[in-house]
């Protein structure tokens, strides 16, 4: 069974650090680009940073560029998000997805894991 | 960045309707288009990929239509499980951005 399970949430200060982790395991992880998504309590998704299969692209939403680092160990099959400076507005859900795609180029994020809590607030 | 609007942003409807969600790009995004439905406290769910391609293990009472700027979701006949919110994605450019969601309750 495909399955994502992501770690490490919690209750953070402002200008604290977080480092969240997703395990993956039923499918090859190290051909897959992986991604982080997060949703606000009462909000909508936001996409915020994937990593392709051997780390050679790395994008970020504009919102944590330069606080946050997406990484990956594919010997270890895992999947990790480094959050420094954060601030009230990082609390959400934080989602793990797989990306995965068609020779056409289409693209979409199946499966996804069940979500990580962070909250920033003092 | 690309811009996606949902229509509605909720509607109600009952058991048996037949419902349709409009998702607009802000510019031509092709058929790099997915749909997704998340229930309270649940991970998101692939439904549609490619703007019309039904994803494994999804009932077939979901399709998705549109290119270009335009696209829906249909379901031909909404049942108790459905009950949930919607959401569109681009996936044309980086970032991939998400509609604001539809929420679908029980009238």
């Known amino acids: 069974e495909v399955q994502l399970v992501e770690s490490g949430g919690g209750l953070v200060k402002p200008g604290g650090s977080l480092r969240l982790s997703c395990a993956a395991s039923?499918?090859?992880?190290?051909?897959?680009?992986m991604n982080w998504v997060r949703q606000a309590p009462g909000n909508g998704l936001e996409w915020v940073s994937s990593?392709?299969?051997?780390?050679?692209?790395?994008y970020y939403a504009d919102s944590v560029k330069g606080r946050f680092t997406i990484s990956r160990d594919n010997a270890k099959n895992s999947l990790y998000l480094q959050m420094n400076s954060l601030r009230a507005e990082d609390t959400a859900v934080y989602y793990c997805?797989?990306?995965?795609?068609?020779?056409?180029?289409?693209?979409?994020?199946?499966?996804w894991g069940q979500g990580t809590l962070v909250t920033v607030s003092s | 960045d690309i811009q996606m609007t949902q229509s509605p942003s909720s509607l109600s409807a009952s058991v048996g309707d037949r419902v349709t969600i409009t998702c607009r790009a802000s510019?031509?995004?092709?058929?790099?288009l997915n749909w997704y439905q998340q229930k309270p406290g649940k991970a998101p769910k692939l439904l549609i990929y490619?703007?019309?391609s039904l994803q494994s293990g999804v009932p077939s009472r979901f399709s998705g239509s549109g290119s270009g700027t335009h696209f829906t979701l249909t379901i031909s006949s909404l049942q108790p499980e459905d009950f949930a919110t919607y959401y569109c994605?681009?996936?044309?450019?980086?970032?991939?951005?998400f509609g604001p969601g539809t929420k679908v309750d029980i009238k």
């Open positions: 997805a797989r990306e995965d795609d068609i020779l056409t180029g289409q693209n979409w994020f199946d499966p």
């Open positions: 039923g499918f090859t992880f190290s051909s897959y680009s």
């Open positions: 990593i392709t299969s051997s780390s050679s692209y790395i």
């Open positions: 510019q031509s995004i092709s058929s790099y």
């Open positions: 490619a703007a019309s």
């Open positions: 994605q681009q996936s044309y450019s980086t970032p991939r951005t």
